[in-house]
């Protein structure tokens, strides 16, 4: 079966610019996720979509970042104004419900200067 | 936060079985273990998990102390492919949720 696709796979923009991401789940996967990956670190959960439905988004600084999943397969996040501390690794993922095996994007890179 | 420690970084020779640890000694009767691995510039893939017996696929083995507290991956014929981040993650698991640490950089060399 096809993976997560992710893109684009990388990205440079100035601070305070808008970048939008792409991410198309393995399909049948209802559950889909963003992560942001800071270099060192391991990845954090942002938002948590469950179909077109919200189910977590409590990491997820509102104020700049936005997430859509409008038909419940393809998924967008957002982050406008970008901020220097924005600069990570922007990671997709998708599992079946209920499942905690969850399968990675590429990720897309993006460096805010 | 993870519930989790696991030792910064490993080393092993190529062909010999690496043996990652991981502490869990909070973990709940209804958590199981998942270990992912991360190769430099790719998104993290998942190997293995188990509840309290152990488990074994074609990537790994999985070892749960009889008291649920450690556990240890084990694979058991490490190759230079298998140089990684390695995540220990401790997760109930009808929750989806999977909480990462910094996991342990294992590095294989020939």
């Known amino acids: 079966e096809a993976g997560v696709a992710q893109s684009p796979r990388y990205k440079i923009i100035e601070k305070r610019q808008s970048v939008a991401f792409w991410c198309n789940p393995i399909?049948?996967?209802?559950?889909l996720y963003w992560y942001q990956q800071i270099l060192g670190q391991g990845p954090k959960l942002l938002i948590q979509?469950?179909?077109?439905?919200?189910?977590?988004d409590s990491q997820l600084p509102k104020d700049r970042f936005s997430a859509e999943r409008l038909k419940g397969v393809d998924s967008t996040l957002k982050i406008q104004p970008a901020k220097l501390e924005d600069s990570a690794v922007y990671l997709c993922?998708?599992?079946?419900?209920?499942?905690?095996?969850?399968?990675f994007g590429p990720g897309t890179r993006l460096t805010v200067l | 936060d993870a519930k989790t420690t696991q030792p910064t970084s490993m080393d092993c020779a190529e062909g010999r079985a690496a043996n990652l640890p991981c502490n869990h000694s909070?973990?709940?009767?209804?958590?199981?273990v998942y270990w992912y691995r991360q190769i430099h510039s790719q998104g993290p893939q998942y190997i293995i998990h188990?509840?309290?017996n152990n488990e074994t696929n074609e990537m790994a083995s999985l070892i749960i102390t009889e008291d649920r507290k450690s556990s240890t991956l084990i694979l058991p014929h490490a190759t230079l492919r298998d140089t990684a981040v390695y995540y220990c993650i401790v997760s109930s698991y009808n929750t989806d949720k999977l909480i990462f640490g910094t996991g342990t950089r294992l590095q294989v060399f020939p």
């Open positions: 993922a998708s599992s079946r419900t209920g499942m905690n095996e969850q399968f």
């Open positions: 909070t973990i709940s009767g209804n958590e199981y």
């Open positions: 399909s049948g996967h209802a559950t």
């Open positions: 188990g509840l309290k």
């Open positions: 979509f469950q179909n077109n439905g919200v189910v977590d």
